[in-house]
Each structure stands twice: as structure tokens, then as C-alpha cells.
């Protein structure tokens, strides 16, 4: 059964230092998104991409954050400088049309020292 | 704006109870979209149910079964006969389904399941 990855599961890294998150969506699917779940917490909504383009984001989701599909396989999510509260879970989900479900990868776990 | 509430922050039950997990939504969308996910101790998101606005009926999936109910604005759901791998966070999340709509999730904050043996 297709399935959403991501990569890497776990990513430590220094408070200001870039970070790249991977994400491949199901083959077939149109819609792409990112959220994040802070330990405890409810899981966030951060961008949604479709058509090759940024087609809504949250607060959350301010310069710091850029998103890109270099290829017709990856979703990728970057964060330039991070900071401590960016210590979350990271998602990422994709979508085949509007009206379904969406699937989510397993999650990278980032922590910023 | 939308907003998904699920008042009940932890349930803990004995195997085999019956337990209700309530999930309250808002909505402006005539079209709408609700899910419930479960997320277990290793943390992914799995998908367990879409609803959508216009079909109220109930459905039954093996131990699990949800009430949709417009009037109420709730979409609860119900294990039957539950097990300890039931223990996880479980969510509820909305959708809309309107024109402009990017068919991001809003997600309820979660009720955590303790199942006992």
C-alpha cells in the first residue's frame, strides 16, 4: 500500500542553524501540506502546496519557513534559522483531490539546542 | 472561523468498556469535511474515518462506530468492547469544502485513551 515518508525520523540541531525536512508524497497525489505537533500538544497546520505553489498559510508559517517540490517525487519543508520553539514533530500529509482524506508520514521529530 | 473541540483531555477505561470520545466542530462551510485520526505511542497519524456534511449517516467499522449529528454540530466517536491497543491520542479534525478552501485540517486537541487490561 502506498505510503507517505519522511526523512530523517530524528533531526538535532543548533538554535540558528538551517534544517531541511523531506517529505515523498503518494505518487498520485495533488495536495501537500505541513504541520507541526509540539510535544503534547495538537498538531498545527503550517502550509498547504498544490500546483506547484504555496496555496495558503498559517502564522506559524512566517519567513523562516519555505517549502519546495524540486522534483515530481519530493516535498521538502526549510527552516533557515531555527529557533528553540521550533522543537516539534513535523508532518507532512498528502492528497489525492479535495474532497478526501489526507495521508501523513510518520513525522521528524526536530530538536534545536 | 473553524474550530474542532474535543472537551474530554483523557478517558481511562478497563478492557472491554464501551467509551465515547465527543468532538465538537464550528463551521461557517455549507460543505464540510470530518476525520477522526488515532495517533498511538509511536507517534504516527493514522486515518481512521471521513465524513462528509452531507451524509449523516452513522457507520460502523468493526468495534469502532461514529454519530454524526448536524443539529448537535458533533461527530463523537465509539469503540465497542475496547482493547489496551486501543490506548493512543485520538483526534478529531474539520475541513472545509468550499470554494477557496485549501483543504487544510483543523484539528481538535486530542483526547488521550488509556485502556487497562
Known amino acids: 500500500e502506498p505510503e507517505v515518508t519522511q526523512t530523517p525520523s530524528h533531526q538535532v540541531t543548533q538554535m540558528g542553524q538551517e534544517v531541511i525536512l523531506r517529505c515523498v508524497p503518494i505518487?498520485?497525489?495533488?495536495?501537500f501540506y505541513w504541520y507541526r505537533q509540539i510535544l503534547g500538544q495538537k498538531v498545527e497546520f503550517l502550509v498547504s502546496?498544490?500546483?506547484?505553489?504555496?496555496?495558503?498559510k498559517s502564522e506559524i508559517f512566517d519567513d523562516q519557513f519555505s517549502v519546495e517540490r524540486p522534483d515530481g517525487s519530493n516535498f521538502t519543508l526549510k527552516i533557515r534559522s531555527t529557533k528553540l520553539e521550533d522543537s516539534a514533530m513535523y508532518f507532512c500529509?498528502?492528497?489525492?483531490?479535495?474532497?478526501?482524506?489526507?495521508?501523513f508520514g510518520p513525522g521528524t521529530r526536530l530538536t534545536v539546542l | 472561523a473553524q474550530k474542532v473541540t474535543q472537551a474530554q483531555t483523557e478517558i481511562s477505561v478497563v478492557e472491554k468498556e464501551d467509551v465515547t470520545l465527543d468532538c465538537v466542530y464550528e463551521?461557517?462551510?455549507?460543505?464540510?469535511?470530518l476525520f477522526w485520526y488515532k495517533q498511538p505511542p509511536s507517534g504516527e497519524l493514522v486515518f481512521l474515518i471521513r465524513?462528509?456534511?452531507?451524509?449523516?449517516q452513522n457507520e460502523i467499522s468493526g468495534r469502532y462506530s461514529w454519530n454524526f449529528q448536524k443539529s448537535t454540530s458533533s461527530f463523537n466517536f465509539t469503540i465497542t468492547a475496547s482493547q489496551v491497543v486501543d490506548s493512543a491520542v485520538y483526534f478529531c479534525?474539520?475541513?472545509?469544502?468550499?470554494?477557496?478552501?485549501?483543504?487544510?485540517?483543523?484539528f481538535g486537541q486530542g483526547t488521550t485513551l488509556q485502556v487497562k487490561p
Open positions: 479534525a474539520l475541513k472545509g469544502g468550499g470554494s477557496g478552501n485549501t483543504g487544510k485540517l483543523i
Open positions: 463551521t461557517r462551510d455549507t460543505t464540510y469535511y
Open positions: 500529509a498528502s492528497m489525492w483531490r479535495q474532497n478526501n482524506e489526507q495521508f
Open positions: 465524513r462528509n456534511s452531507f451524509d449523516e
Open positions: 505518487s498520485n497525489h495533488l495536495y
Open positions: 502546496f498544490y500546483n506547484n505553489e504555496i496555496s495558503e
